[in-house]
């Protein structure tokens, strides 16, 4: 079975372009453009391998989506890696400290955040 991956964005152009990429390597992708949205899709049921989550988004950002997914239960060891623009060593500090998993920056090519993500899922 194929594992999911939740990736969330607000930008509608990055949400094809990733849902492309990790399609094409066999992921099933579901999609949010904000925390918000994603966090309604968590509680809804949708159980993914991985989050993947941009940090500056409209609603809910990427830090509060972080602290509110380890404050789920069912969530609380699901890896969840930033891809953001935002390089800052304090930011960095600040998504270690609510329990991502790893910091990407953009632009990350394809093949490369593939690479990240069987490191940091088992059987990906």
């Known amino acids: 079975m194929a594992m999911t991956i939740l990736i969330v964005d607000d930008s509608a ?12 390597s066999g ?3 579901e999609s949010a453009n904000n925390g918000q949205a994603a966090l309604d899709k968590l509680k809804s ?3 993914p391998d991985l989050i993947l989550t941009d940090i500056n988004m409209p609603s809910m950002g990427g830090l509060e989506l972080i602290e509110k997914v380890r ?20 930011k960095r500090a600040e998504g270690k400290r609510l ?10 090519a394809g ?10 899922v088992p059987g990906a």
């Open 13 to 24: 152009t990055m949400l094809m372009s990733l849902k492309t990429t990790l399609s094409m």
């Open 27 to 29: 992921f099933k992708v």
């Open 45 to 47: 049921g949708v159980k």
């Open 71 to 90: 404050a789920l239960s069912a969530f609380r060891f699901t890896p969840i890696l930033t891809l953001t623009t935002e390089s800052e060593t304090t």
């Open 99 to 108: 329990g991502a998993t790893g910091w990407l920056v953009k632009p990350l």
């Open 111 to 120: 093949n490369d955040l593939i690479k990240v993500i069987k490191q940091v």
